[in-house]
């Protein structure tokens, strides 16, 4: 991996193949590992994974984060590696994140999409969740609570080694990591106008399967400029349950983007 200095924080980085610039930007509790199968169905272009701040290989300072400072990090390494403009792809809090950019630096994408994530808010239920996270993870560990967390993301028949990978990812996240990433989307605001205004190119992706966010709340617009692909035979992790066909919708996608 290779590194750069964002905010004065180290964000670690995956950086290959040549083409149009693409940024894939994980989940909560991931990293660029979580995009690992899916890489070689994208092999047209070039990809740009980072490990977002708490996250992976990349600096977990202590204390609570925002959604804006992270995606403010994204635009420090686009800039870090000269890319004026990208198109940018978030998964779950990798979206929250992407939307944030959006309503900021709209001029620094060709064009953006939504993998299993949303622009509602947290529930006042979700924002107990997040809380209940941050106990759980001071008081048994980043360990027991990435167990709790995984085996929910996936659709109910997958390969267990899948759901296990997932989970060896999810234990290398530092715990003050994870918990600043939780109270930044416990935190962050209704970005549904941002979805709805916007007149870039947008994909949505939903899976058939998700239980975590279903395909009613990642389609909330539905505008000449927007893509929706529902996933037949995934949960929240297209990206390791259906890394070919995931592959096939963004590679239709960044073609689209050529053609306009």
């Known amino acids: 991996m290779e590194k750069v200095q964002c905010n004065g924080s180290t964000i670690c980085y995956v950086d290959q193949g040549q083409g149009e610039p693409l940024i894939l930007l ?15 169905f994208l092999s047209g272009f070039r990809v740009i994974v980072p490990d977002l701040r708490g996250h992976g290989r990349s600096d977990a300072p202590m204390g609570s984060y925002t959604i804006e400072q992270m995606a403010d990090d994204v635009l420090l390494l686009m800039d870090e590696l000269d890319i ?14 992407m939307l944030s950019f959006v309503q900021r630096y709209a001029s620094r994408l060709s064009g953006f999409g939504l993998i299993h994530s949303t622009a509602y808010p947290d529930s006042e239920e979700a924002k107990e969740r997040r809380v209940k996270a941050v106990s759980t993870i001071q008081g ?14 996936f659709a109910p028949d997958t390969n267990p080694q899948c759901i296990q990978r997932a989970k060896e990812i999810g234990y290398l996240t530092p715990p003050q990591g994870a918990i600043g990433a939780a109270l930044a989307m416990r935190e962050r ?27 009613e709340r990642t389609f909330t617009t539905d ?38």
């Open 26 to 40: 994980h989940g909560f509790c991931g990293s660029s590992a979580y995009w690992e199968q899916l890489l070689p």
């Open 84 to 97: 004026p403009k990208a198109t940018m792809l978030g998964h779950s809090l990798g979206g929250y994140i």
């Open 140 to 153: 048994e560990g980043i360990t027991a609570f990435v167990d709790g967390l995984v085996p929910g993301l």
């Open 189 to 215: 605001p209704d970005r549904r106008d941002v979805l709805s205004a916007s007149v870039l190119p947008i994909l949505l992706v939903a899976g058939d399967q998700d239980g975590l966010i279903p395909a």
């Open 223 to 260: 505008h000449e400029n927007v893509t929706r692909v529902v996933i037949e035979g995934a949960g929240h992790m297209s990206m390791m349950e259906q890394p070919e066909k995931l592959g096939e919708v963004i590679t239709s996608f960044m073609n689209q983007l050529e053609h306009e």
